[in-house]
């Protein structure tokens, strides 16, 4: 434990900050996150015109390359598949349901973007980015990381509690507010827009963003997530090594372990997240010509 020496002084230093830093650090963070959305806002973006969108093309994958780097760079070292990369890699995997799911909220993205033309169904929407690969790997990997993080403050403070299903109500405010942020953001610079929305909306310039549907759908796989990422057997195996050793009746290899990811994370984001999008829109929304 660290010991202030300054006149004569030895109480211990605090590991964390004072009330008075969270708070001013707190107010900081809203007021920036206020002049973020104001500028999108006033930025006259729309899905004609969207605003610097090459540079959130560029930057949004040039973060996830970084990941990428540094969980190639982690498994060299330790000589096994890191556990960043097994999250990115997976994350990545899973962009094929963007489409879908956007077609279930009535997301509708920018045609200026790099497309892909691949894929198309009646249930898809009609604008297909290819920078959704880089987007699941940078936001759910930072996703699947505070939920983690969210596990062990739970653990901590609610010791006698279910640790995953009060991590994923734990993470729901932050993540509300990040979302809220980046797709407001978002909308109003004229990258997506969300064409019909179920119940109350926030309107950012020339943009769209639902306040409570399809974000309060996730909290199903917040809370499996959870588990998944914190779970341990006897042995400190997680879920994923156990069921790459279930399926193959023995010890798992890394590609094994990596398939094992690739293929839970995408059943349960289908199940708990695309496909009750898709069936709102299917029993209660109507049909528009934006997103047919």
């Not at 006149?7 to 004072?18: A, E, K, Q």
């Not at 605003?51 to 996830?64: N, Q």
């Not at 963007?98 to 604008?127: I, K, M, N, Q």
């Not at 959704?132 to 403070?157: C, D, E, H, Q």
Request: charged content about 10%; proline content about 5%; hydrophobic content about 55%.
């Amino acid at each position: 434990m660290a010991i202030a020496q300054t006149d004569g002084d030895t109480r211990p230093l605090s590991p964390h900050p004072s009330r008075a830093r969270r708070i001013l650090i707190s107010v900081a963070s809203v007021c920036g996150a206020a002049a973020v959305l104001a500028f999108a806002a006033s930025s006259g973006g729309t899905l004609d015109d969207p605003i610097g969108y090459r540079a959130y093309e560029f930057g949004i994958t040039a973060a996830a390359i970084g990941l990428l780097a540094v969980g190639v760079w982690q498994s060299v070292h330790v000589r096994r598949l890191s556990r960043l990369l097994l999250m990115t890699v997976a994350a990545g995997s899973a962009f094929w349901q963007e489409t879908y799911g956007d077609w279930g909220a009535y997301c509708l993205y920018s045609a200026r973007f790099v497309t892909y033309d691949w894929g198309h169904t009646v249930f898809s929407a009609p604008v297909r980015c290819w920078w959704f690969i880089a987007g699941y790997m940078v936001f759910y990997t930072s996703f699947f990381f505070a939920l983690i993080a969210a596990v062990k403050f739970a653990r901590n403070r609610w010791p006698s509690a279910n640790p995953y299903i009060t991590a994923a109500l734990v993470s729901l405010p932050a993540f509300y507010v990040f979302d809220l942020v980046w797709e407001g953001t978002a909308t109003g610079l004229g990258y997506w827009n969300y064409m019909y929305t179920f119940g109350p909306a926030m309107h950012v310039g020339n943009g769209t963003f639902p306040l409570l549907w399809p974000i309060l759908e996730q909290v199903p796989f917040m809370a499996l997530a959870a588990f998944a990422l914190t779970w341990r057997n006897s042995r400190e195996e997680d879920l994923f090594e156990v069921a790459a050793g279930f399926v193959l009746r023995r010890r798992p290899g890394q590609i094994a372990i990596l398939a094992s990811w690739i293929v839970i994370v995408n059943i349960a984001f289908l199940t708990t997240t695309i496909l009750p999008i898709m069936l709102m829109r299917w029993i209660a929304g109507p049909a528009i010509a934006s997103v047919p």
